[in-house]
């Protein structure tokens, strides 16, 4: 019994239109690869992710609490919160995305007859689609992001170093060898 992702059941009499991504699945993704490229420095918040992606505060609320529900980002509450990616972006699919937004359903069921000739080419179709969101991570896909207000010292750790003082020049000549230089 093979697995793949109808979006729209399959219907001889409609004549609507199949889509191979929901909406929403396109949204999730789109979503995952921005708090993995804004993240690096601090959690990302609801209203930077909808105003940077053109989306409401409340469907864009309505996702992240999907990504979270699936393991794949972390809530920060509080003053400094937001979202980030849990684990290592590397390691995240964007078939890991797009498996929590789809349906799993049975060629078996939609096409009783093994002989269909759409059986063949819809399987075709959905593992393609699998094996190459499958073979792209968040990690390919982001851009990471540096804000221009962000304090490379906290990039460093433990280690907050003050910066150095301005260089100042001596009134008057250290050594011979600097004598020409006063003149």
């Not at 399959?10 to 929901?22: A, G, K, P, Q, V």
């Not at 409340?58 to 920060?76: M, P, V």
């Not at 684990?87 to 269909?116: A, C, M, Q, T």
Request: net charge negative.
């Amino acid at each position: 019994m093979s697995g793949f992702y109808v979006f729209k059941p399959y219907n001889t009499d409609s004549n609507e239109e199949r889509i191979m991504i929901l909406k929403k699945t396109a949204k999730a993704v789109d979503i995952a690869v921005f708090i993995t490229s804004r993240s690096a420095v601090e959690p990302v918040t609801t209203e930077e992710i909808a105003s940077g992606l053109g989306l409401s505060s409340s469907y864009t609320e309505s996702i992240l609490k999907e990504l979270r529900e699936a393991g794949l980002i972390r809530a920060h509450r509080g003053p400094g919160g937001g979202y980030q990616i849990r684990g290592n972006p590397e390691d995240i699919s964007l078939w890991d995305v797009v498996k929590h937004f789809e349906v799993v359903h049975s060629f078996d069921e939609l096409y009783p007859d093994d002989g269909h000739p759409m059986k063949s080419l819809e399987a075709d179709i959905q593992r393609h689609l699998q094996e190459t969101l499958a073979s792209q991570t968040l990690d390919d896909v982001a851009v990471p992001f540096m804000p221009r207000d962000a304090r490379v010292t906290s990039m460093l750790g433990q280690f907050r170093l003050k910066p150095l003082p301005a260089p100042v020049m001596p009134r008057a000549p250290n050594s011979v060898f600097q004598l020409s230089m006063m003149l």
